[in-house]
């Protein structure tokens, strides 16, 4: 197999194809999805704060709810998509003349190939502004880092188009994906320390709380299927997928995610979770809740 071309995304196994995979899942044996009934949850939790938008995944954590949505919405016969979007902006600080150590900036040549990527999944400041639904990113948080640099490329972006930013700023969904924690009114909101989210209507920024275990174990523990796809990468030619032992293993629990997402069990357990949110009240909750159900 070939090197990707630089700019492209690191290859990802095909999951709705597991006949294809061959020799890559391990032989016998159960896989423990012991994070399921907590998964199951959130992403209902999350379809249900989605607005009805498309559903972009950013950067590898929340690649189980990807499968797992992708593959229920998608047996369903819904109108949403299921989008990863594998940016990662992790790279190291610099100092300054002065003994500050910052980020540094993005290069023109690392946000052309963001901009290219964004493209590839369909968006652009052009798209946005003809969307009659919402496109909504969801990602694990923990600061709020991963989506402050994504608003920011996009706006950047709308900019420089002279795209119509009043339409726009109401296309923009976040749902972040928050370690359950105390609820106390001085307890630590990501949302209210990143001041780019009062620039967008109230409804457009969420969150969706679960375990810290599983929230761990999805951002910080759990073994992914594609390299990290950071600024320092962007530009840099691809690297042949692994076929260790740990990628094996992880294919195999991804392959069992899709294929719980395929059931009609945990169809059902998504609409379950769902069925209990506030926006069932609206009609488009209310036919993808049906269409789980079927």
């Not at 499968?67 to 990863?84: F, P, S």
């Not at 375990?211 to 030619?237: E, I, M, N, R």
Request: include cysteine; glycine fraction near 8%.
């Amino acid at each position: 197999m070939s090197n990707r071309h630089d700019g492209a995304v690191p290859f990802r196994w095909d999951l709705l194809a597991p006949d294809r995979l061959g020799s890559m899942l391990p032989e016998g044996g159960e896989v423990d999805l012991w994070f399921l009934p907590d998964l199951l949850e959130a992403a209902g939790k999350v379809l249900a704060r989605s607005g009805g938008g498309d559903l972009v995944f950013v950067g590898r954590s929340l690649d189980s709810m990807h499968d797992l949505l992708g593959a229920a919405l998608g047996w369903a016969g819904a109108a949403q998509a299921v989008l990863r979007l594998p940016f990662s902006f992790r790279r190291d600080r610099v100092r300054t003349a002065s003994g500050r150590w910052v980020l540094p900036d993005l290069t023109p040549a690392q946000r052309a190939v963001a901009r290219r990527v964004l493209t590839d999944v369909g968006v652009t400041p052009e798209s946005l502004g003809r969307r009659r639904q919402p496109c909504t990113f969801v990602d694990v948080v923990h600061a709020g880092t991963t989506f402050t640099e994504l608003f920011g490329l996009l706006r950047e972006w709308v900019a420089e188009s002279r795209g119509a930013w009043p339409v726009i700023r109401r296309k923009l969904r976040f749902v972040g994906v928050t370690r359950r924690g105390p609820t106390t009114p001085h307890a630590f909101r990501w949302q209210q320390e990143a001041s780019w989210t009062r620039t967008l209507p109230a409804a457009s920024v969420v969150n969706v709380s679960v375990d810290p275990s599983v929230w761990s174990y999805f951002g910080d523990d759990q073994a992914k299927l594609t390299d990290s796809f950071s600024p320092a990468h962007w530009l840099a030619p691809g690297s042949i997928p692994a076929r260790n032992e740990s990628t094996r293993r992880a294919l195999a629990e991804a392959v069992a995610v899709v294929a719980h997402g395929r059931s009609s069990r945990g169809r059902r357990a998504i609409a379950h979770a769902a069925r209990h949110e506030p926006t069932l009240s609206e009609p488009w909750l209310r036919t993808l809740v049906g269409q789980l159900n079927r």
